[in-house]
């Protein structure tokens, strides 16, 4: 593994150039993409990046502290600053609640403008999950799989569970985009789409994901969180697709199966670009 990049005398630590370099990818795209009819502006929408990065970072960072207290609390401040590390649902809800603000001091509907914003957060996770291949952080427990790897130097392999989260989120940003193209008349399904399939991959994933904290021995703090997300989002996809007329049926069902389609094909092909090659750095490494 590359935890880190040494440049003369700095070394500078591969996660944090794969979350600079998501920032850079996914506000390129949601700029150049923007649809002409979009009801923010390129200023707006920049605004927008620059507020969801910076108040997400803070809040990845208060979570990661609160779920590991005792093991914080030990340190000095200066210690903490230094090894802080981050949670993701804590960027994701802090973030949004800090766009939610914004959105409403320009006076933009929230659901509306995140639609088109949504699947891209799940193009940060693609990147910035490489960045988590390469430093060795947020792995799996044990398993004997060919494409188990030994992040921890210890001798054993484990499952590469960052590569299975960049493989789902991977999919769910290509099938997101076609979802958000067509459902965008009816605000606010394709952000539920995005948050609904994450959360349910997400469930499985944390089962293989070693770090805690743990409700037993398997059962973590998170999981009955993603359960209240999971149903929250179905539920809220359920009552907007009903708003559609029943003649539309069928062609809500087409689109709903083309969109899996597209989310299961995304993961396929990213899951077998990935494994392989971290099989090949595993046997010859």
Known sequence: MFPEIEIGQLAIRTWDICLV??????????????????????LQLFTFTIIFFFVGLIGA??????????????????????????????ALILGLLGVWIFFREIGKPFLQAIDYIAPYLML??????????????????????????????????????QAYEMSYAFGIFISGIYFYQKFRDCK????????????????????????????????????????????????????RLRSYPARKNLEIGRSIFVALAILLSGVAICLLISLPIISIIAKNN
């Not at 960045?131 to 799996?140: D, P, Q, T």
């Not at 959360?199 to 070693?210: A, G, I, K, T, V």
């Not at 770090?211 to 359960?227: A, M, N, Q, R, S």
């Open 21 to 42: 370099l998501s920032y850079i990818v996914v506000v390129s795209l949601l700029l150049v993409n923007r649809p002409k009819d979009y009801l923010l502006t390129r």
């Open 188 to 239: 606010g399904i394709s952000f539920f789409y995005v948050i609904f399939m994450y959360s349910f991959f997400r469930f499985f994933n944390e089962f293989l994901r070693e770090e805690g904290p743990f409700i037993t021995d398997t059962f973590k703090l998170v999981h009955p969180f993603l359960i209240l997300l999971a149903v929250f989002s179905l539920f809220s996809i359920v009552t």
């Open 61 to 90: 960072g208060l979570l990661n502290i609160l779920i590991n207290i005792g093991e914080y609390s030990k340190m000095t401040p200066e210690e903490l600053c230094s090894n802080v590390g981050s949670a993701y649902f804590g």
């Open 124 to 161: 940060e996770r693609v990147i910035g999950r490489i960045g988590c291949l390469l430093a060795g952080c947020c792995s799996g427990v044990k398993t004997n799989l060919p494409w188990g790897f030994d992040f921890s130097g210890c001798g054993f392999i484990v499952h590469p569970t």
